[in-house]
C-alpha cells in the first residue's frame, strides 16, 4: 500500500454498521470515544503466512486496540485465503478491524508500520511473505491520494480476503467511489477463501 495526508469529513451514515452492537458469535465492541468531535471511523484489513499466521492476527487485533486515541469497534472472523497473484507461498490468515480513531490518516498508517515492525515484518520484495501486513482500508468516507497514503486502499474491491471479513462486521460499508462493498462480491468469487472456526 501506498502512503498521506487528507482533512478529515463528517462521518457518513453507511459507516456506522461497525459502531452497532455485536451480532451473536461476533466480536464485542472493546470501547468508544463517544462524545469525541475528533472521533473517525476506519477499517484496517489484517493479514499473517509466517510465522504462525493465526497467532499473529490474533496478537495483532489486540495491538490495535491498544493504539493511542483509538478504540478497537470490532474484529471479524479469521479467514484462511490462498495468495493472490502469487505462487509457492503458504496461506494467509486474514481479518479485518474496526477501530475508531481520532488519529489523522498519516498518523494511523504510521502506527501501522510501527505494529508491523514489532511483529517482524520485513519488506525484502513486492509480495513477500509476511509476519504482519496491516493495510488502512478506509477512513470515514474521505479519499486520500498521495505519495505516501491511498484511500480507500486502491485493490480492496478486488480481494476476497478483503471484502468477505469487512462485509461481515459492516454489511452496508460503502468503498468511496466504487459503491457497496457487497457489490463487488462476485468480481471476487473465484478466490479461495475459508472462514475459520474459533
Known sequence: MTHGDAAATARPPSLND????????????VGSLAGNASAHLAFIALGANLADPLA???????????LPASRLLRLS?????????????????????????????PRLLDALFAIERRFGRRREYHHAPRTLDLDLLLYDEIVVDSQ?????????????????PLLEIAPQVLIPGRGTAAAWLPAVSMQIIEKLGE
Open 18 to 29: 461497525a459502531r452497532k452492537p455485536a451480532a451473536a458469535g461476533a466480536a464485542a465492541p
Open 56 to 66: 499473529q492476527v490474533r496478537a495483532a487485533g489486540k495491538a490495535l486496540a491498544g
Open 77 to 105: 472472523s479469521l479467514y484462511r485465503t490462498v495468495p493472490v497473484g502469487i505462487r509457492g507461498q503458504a496461506d494467509f490468515v486474514n481479518a479485518v478491524a474496526a477501530l475508531e480513531t481520532a488519529l489523522s490518516p
Open 148 to 164: 505516501r497514503l491511498s484511500v480507500p486502499h486502491p485493490r480492496m474491491h478486488l480481494r476476497a480476503f478483503v471484502l468477505a
